[in-house]
């Protein structure tokens, strides 16, 4: 198949939850041919089901596959494998306003490979999880650190697609900042060391003067869905969305910062850290 088009992929089943046979020298195990994506289902207080815009997940994985070298579900396949998912696990929907149920479509390389190549056969998988908040601080503001040190991504490379990869490279910059008591990091651009990027698993938004800026899609950051969505949302109430660069230096006098992403939602930020000086966001 060539990248990014229609794979050929056979009438799925469900399964339990449960270990997967891999080859030994399948394409994800070794080079990292992953991409993954993350959805969530929610039940509404008339008991019905509302899943949030998952044809837009689809689109993502599809431009993924291109990027990753793969061949992809396509947009209705995809659609089609997470209501039925959804559908045989809905007893794991949490009630209204106590959680969601999040949904996880990982595509991989699972064919044999030894040189190093795309993989010459692919598996699409889903699997589910009730979720509640995602960082301990539930809805209260988090704390960011800006990192200048580690990079998730560079230009020309994967970060504007959700491959696993990139995860991979967060795991211990993440880490660290955990370890001394932050909620989560914030990348700066890995070329000028200057320009807000994203947080490891959310988009990133300055508020000054009723302005809402957030850094541009430009191949190094997750074009995120709740990011548009809020973008929507903001342009729909009247305010100015600015999608540009985004210095570092304009945190110094944000009236407000906040994250956004399917697992984060909406998460007010408190503070950032930035070389050893923390930084108090003053909330309008
Ligand atoms: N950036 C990264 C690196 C992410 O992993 C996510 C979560 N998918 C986001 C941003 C937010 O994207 P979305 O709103 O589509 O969940």
Same mark, same amino acid.
């Not at 030994?24 to 509302?50: C, H, M, R, W």
């Given at each position: ?65 291109? *990027? ?90 994967? $970060?504007?697609?959700?491959?696993? $990869? ?31 990027? !994203? ?27 709740? *990011? ?14 600015? !999608? ?25 930020? $408190? ?6 000086? *923390? ?6």
């Amino acid at each position: 198949a060539k990248c990014g088009t229609d794979g050929n992929f056979s009438e799925g089943e469900m399964v339990p939850f449960g270990p997967i046979a891999l080859s030994p020298s399948s394409g994800v195990l070794n080079y990292g041919q992953g991409l993954f994506e993350g959805l969530k289902a929610y039940k509404k207080t008339d008991g019905s089901i509302l899943l949030f815009r998952p044809e837009e997940n689809a689109e993502r994985m599809r431009t993924g596959a291109e *990027r990753m070298c793969m061949p992809a579900p396509s947009v209705e396949q995809f659609i089609d494998a997470v209501k039925q998912t959804v559908l045989a696990n809905k007893r794991w929907i949490p009630p209204t306003g106590k959680g969601s149920l999040y949904i996880r479509p990982l595509l991989m390389g699972s064919g044999a490979v030894l040189g190093l190549a795309p993989a010459p056969e692919y598996t699409f998988i889903i699997f589910v999880s009730p979720v509640g908040n995602y960082f301990k601080e539930g809805l209260a503001p988090i704390n960011l650190i800006v990192e200048d040190k580690f990079h998730r991504a560079t230009p020309g490379g994967t $970060g504007g697609v959700k491959t696993i $990869g990139n995860y991979a490279s967060v795991l211990m910059a993440q880490k660290i900042a955990k370890e001394k008591g932050y909620s989560d990091v914030l990348y700066l651009d890995a070329v000028h060391k200057k320009y807000l990027e !994203e947080v490891s698993s959310c988009n990133v938004f300055v508020v000054k003067d009723n302005v809402i800026s957030t850094p541009a899609i430009k191949g190094t950051i997750l074009p995120g869905i709740t *990011r548009k969505s809020i973008i929507d949302v903001a342009l729909s109430k009247g305010f100015q969305v600015e !999608e540009r660069l985004v210095s570092v230096d304009e945190l110094l006098d944000a009236d407000e910062v906040f994250c956004t992403g399917t697992a984060v939602v909406v998460s007010p930020v $408190g503070s950032i850290t930035y070389q050893g000086k *923390r930084l108090n966001i003053i909330f309008a």
